[in-house]
């Protein structure tokens, strides 16, 4: 199931047909017959619906291998088929204002023009161009294009401003990198810049392979973003100001870091048990979660004053979404990642759940509905809990210990101490220090102080402090024993 951007419409389908009704009143807008579709896409003001179901090829009739359908959503007319055999690239990509249409086909971009699906208006033509990102920003519009290394070659990424793509000079911006198997990319809000996330699927050093950050602009400038801690990198999210955006990643615990245009680190939010950064559509709270095979630990920041506001914990959620408001959020357990303990919770970022529902059944999703830009404007952050009637939930009992070793500490840690946020560091004492730490810190100044004192032995060898004594002459007197 799938709402519109703007939230006016919704589409699902039952395994027998999709539907598209308005949310406004419910009124089923039009019918689709198919009944084998996996995904849905709606274009950016609706007038589209984009349909994609697994490939497969009929014999007795080659015209229905076309997987990929694009429909009228007022009429439910079919516009255009195409065949798209891999799922992972299925979406058309439009621009904001619907001018143009873009899709990988066989190693090439095809363009599409103010809804014309008959013709193709223009080629994006790059050897082997694995995966390309369409800018939502309004016109000049900007296309990003990765094209994997091969035969010691690096991999590359270039951007475009459309429809120039022929010339060498053609390509606004350009990078290159080795240790690419793959590339994300993300483009900011505004279309003047991208975060190209690379990674391989292994490495001799780790498990998870290497992985890298990229940043790229349209002005030409490109950096690789520095990391603080070694490990993969699990998520990367622009703020909606466009001007920052957030990094998690490292060896658990994960660290978490903001970045400004010009990478450099503008806050540390330290380390913990998190694997995924969400910004609000207002950008003013940011989250940094802990899902997957981690307990569920959400912790709520401030973006402007760059504070903690709360620290709730929703485990076994396999889904997590901001409402528009930017004040409440739903976290999900869904089928088929979990199929017990199904249903959801609504939160405040203060911190306080505000809703349970739980099902003896399957479910599968739980999605908000969206709203008009606008709709909702920015609020002051508040840091006290707001109230709520319903109880909340606790927190997972700690980890299990045998009798023997009951009452105990621990003979061995697991992980590495957290690592604080910027804010809340302190000044490095003997009182705040460990053992190890206040070790090392020794043979530091120790070294230090002996490379200083060698330096001024050295140096008073070298400085002439006073004159070569003259030898003593012997006087003879004539007495042999004088």
Known sequence: ??????????????????????????????????????YLHFSPRNTFL??????????????????????YVKTGQLVKTFIQKKQATWEPQWSCDEEICARNVNNEVHFFEKNDFSTIANKLQ??????????????????????????GQPSFIRIFRYPV????????ANKSFFKADKADIFWNGKGTAILAHTATETSAGSYYGDSGLHYVGIDGESSLVP???????????????????CVVYGYMPAKATLYNLKCE?????????????????????????????????MEFWDTKQHKLISQPQSGDTTYFQWCPDGEHIVTATTSPRLRVGNGFRIWHYTGMMLHEESYSTELWEALWQPAKKGVYPEKRVVYKPIESKVEQPQAKVAAYRPPGARGQSASFKVHEANELPSNMKKAEGPETMSKAALKNKKKREAAKAKAKHDQEVGHAEKSPTSKTPATNSLVSTGDPEG
């Not at 699902?12 to 999709?18: H, I, K, L, P, T």
């Not at 349909?51 to 990929?68: C, F, H, I, M, R």
């Not at 503008?266 to 997957?292: H, S």
């Open 227 to 245: 990391l603080g801690k070694n490990g993969p990198i699990y998520c990367v999210e622009w703020s909606p100001s466009s001007i920052e955006f």
């Open 265 to 297: 680190p503008v806050f540390d939010f330290g380390t913990g048990p998190r694997n995924l950064v969400y910004y609000n559509e207002q950008g003013t709270i940011l989250c940094l979660a802990g899902f997957g095979n981690l307990r569920g630990n």
């Open 165 to 172: 793509f022929a010339g060498q000079s053609a390509a606004l």
């Open 1 to 38: 199931m799938l709402f519109s951007e703007d939230g006016s419409l919704f589409a699902w389908c039952n395994g027998q047909s999709v539907k598209v009704a308005a949310t406004a009143d419910g009124h089923v807008i039009c019918h689709i017959d198919k009944p084998k579709t996996t």
């Open 50 to 71: 984009a349909t994609w179901e697994p490939y497969a090829v009929n014999k007795n009739d080659p015209g229905s291998s076309q997987n990929l359908n694009i429909w």
């Open 126 to 151: 790059l050897q082997k161009v694995a995966d390309f990102e369409l800018s939502t920003s309004p016109s000049p519009y900007h296309v990003a294009a990765y094209v994997p290394g091969s035969k």
